[in-house]
């Protein structure tokens, strides 16, 4: 039995799955190592056709603060995460797919740096591993603080690094999108004039996948792109001048 007095207490984690059986218990073990235990685990499956539901039912049945839903068709990441997110019960949201890996600190010292900044919004620095879950050596920084204007030029935000305040935010909604929804949402947030402050530590394990490709690059490209001119319904001018921003952010976190 795990102590949540209160509601305020409890993060609320969200985790899309998809064909996930051969990372997705390393991704729920380090969520069940956190120093900080006051949490619950939102699995939503996207219709796998692998084992991935199986795998996590039997951690289901051995503690109480996980929970899995699984949907009868394929929708996109962005309808598994709403899906959690609208059966969560915690004031504060944590995001982490189903190959990546938190620090053993990550909640508790998260938490603290959100309560000292008061912040609605916060992200941090991570760090880069293989797909056998290796250290590359290599961490992503963040700035102190990132504001719309900013982030429309810089993704830097990591979704498995966000933490948000539902007190603050009260509507948090992924846009229905194959790609970039992350990216959507966080300046959806960022244009309420809410500032997202960048915890300098790293505080999780961005998974690497060998199968990534150029290609999978420039699908990566065409979905800013689309944020920009679709959602955020910029100028052509202006998308024009946030994507060589994007641009050259991307190729600096890649060769720095």
Not at 32 to 39: G, I, N, P, T, V
Not at 196 to 215: D, V
Not at 226 to 255: C, D, P
């Amino acid at each position: 039995m795990y102590l949540c007095i209160m509601k305020e207490n409890l993060v609320s984690i969200i985790m899309p799955s998809y064909n996930s059986a051969s990372h997705i218990a390393q991704s729920i073990e380090s969520v069940l190592a956190q120093s900080y235990s006051c949490w619950e685990l939102l699995v939503v499956d996207d219709a796998s056709s692998d084992n991935t539901t199986e795998i996590v039912q039997k951690f289901v049945n051995q503690d109480e603060r996980i929970k899995l839903w699984a949907l009868p068709t394929n929708y996109g990441s962005a309808v598994a995460r709403n899906f959690a997110i609208q059966n969560a019960s915690g004031q504060f949201l944590a995001f982490l797919d189903s190959d990546d890996l938190w620090l053993l600190y990550k909640l508790e010292k998260q938490l603290a740096f959100m309560n000292h900044q008061q912040a609605a919004f916060s992200f941090s620095a991570y760090q880069l591993i293989d797909d056998q879950g290796n250290a590359l050596n290599k961490t992503i920084p963040v700035p102190a603080t990132i504001t719309y204007s900013q982030y429309l030029k810089n993704t830097i935000i990591g979704c498995l690094t966000v933490m948000l305040d539902r007190k603050q935010i009260p509507e948090i909604v992924f846009p229905n999108l194959r790609s970039s929804q992350d990216m959507a949402l966080w300046l959806q947030i960022l244009k309420m004039g809410i500032v997202a402050y960048g915890f300098s530590e790293p505080l999780a394990c961005y998974r690497i996948n060998p199968n990534s490709t150029t290609a999978n690059k420039r699908k990566a490209a065409v979905g800013v792109w689309h944020v920009y001119r679709k959602t955020e319904r910029l100028s052509l001018f202006f998308s024009l001048y946030n994507f060589a921003g994007y641009a050259f952010h991307a190729l600096k976190k890649r060769i720095s």
